[in-house]
């Protein structure tokens, strides 16, 4: 059973569309986020959500807003799109505090912007 | 620029053999590396962890050495199997945190 399920798991949008990346977990985890995998890039860190709130945020562009509606749920809005935002999207989660540091990915979301 | 580089992009071993891939990190603040293993169509996996307290970690076939001087780690996997055939990512971050630095991933091939 995946534990971080994360839908749909193919997105084909139009440029100037908007769309929501869907991420639920299962794993009783206090900590989400989002990370974007790129072709030809390192796979690239975008949000950090902690007990429902942001923690840290790398995305430069505003067209990506996180949102979370409750503890296990961290989803991504993203807005305008682009080509080049074409990209494999994963949710991951951890248990912070514990000295636990291990992330947990979903099974990613893979958006192509026509 | 990237923080965190991976060598070869890509290997082939044959089974049985040992598989070393290679990484390099830039930020010497540095202090927790893991490698990831990822299989198509699927997310990243943890496969092992290093802190920077450390020179090696080692879990069963997978081994990490790690050379804090010279900002290198090493991935071995021994007896490599068919079903290892997958990309493999070293990551680092510092302090408690949950923000990667990912390298760009080494593809391996494990032929039969």
């Known amino acids: 059973d995946p534990k971080i399920i994360q839908k749909p798991k193919y997105l084909v949008a139009v440029t100037g569309s908007e769309k929501i990346l869907i991420c639920e977990q299962y794993?009783?985890?206090?900590?989400m986020y989002w990370y974007r995998q790129s072709a030809k890039k390192p796979l690239e860190f975008m949000f950090s959500?902690?007990?429902?709130?942001?923690?840290d945020n790398q995305t430069a562009s505003s067209r990506f807003q996180p949102q979370s509606s409750k503890k296990n749920h961290l989803d991504l809005q993203i807005t305008a799109l682009k080509p080049d935002d074409s990209a494999t999207y994963f949710c991951?989660?951890?248990?912070?505090?514990?000295?636990?540091?291990?992330?947990?990915f979903g099974h990613g979301t893979k958006l192509s912007v026509l | 620029q990237q923080q965190v580089r991976q060598s070869p992009q890509s290997l082939t071993v044959w089974e049985g053999e040992t598989a070393i891939l290679n990484c390099s990190y830039e930020?010497?603040?540095?202090?927790?590396f893991p490698w990831y293993q990822q299989f198509p169509g699927e997310g990243p996996a943890l496969l092992i962890a290093?802190?920077?307290?450390?020179d090696k970690k080692e879990d069963g076939r997978f081994t990490i050495f790690f050379n804090k001087r010279e900002k290198k780690l090493s991935l071995h996997i021994t007896d490599s199997q068919p079903g290892d055939s997958a990309t493999y990512f070293c990551?680092?971050?510092?302090?408690?945190?949950?923000?990667?630095?990912f390298g760009l991933g080494t593809t391996l091939q494990v032929q039969p």
């Open positions: 959500y902690s007990y429902q709130k942001l923690m």
């Open positions: 930020n010497s603040a540095f202090d927790y």
């Open positions: 991951a989660s951890s248990q912070e505090g514990q000295g636990n540091e291990r992330l947990f």
């Open positions: 990551a680092a971050k510092k302090g408690n945190t949950g923000k990667l630095i």
């Open positions: 290093i802190r920077s307290v450390s």
């Open positions: 794993l009783g985890h206090n900590a």
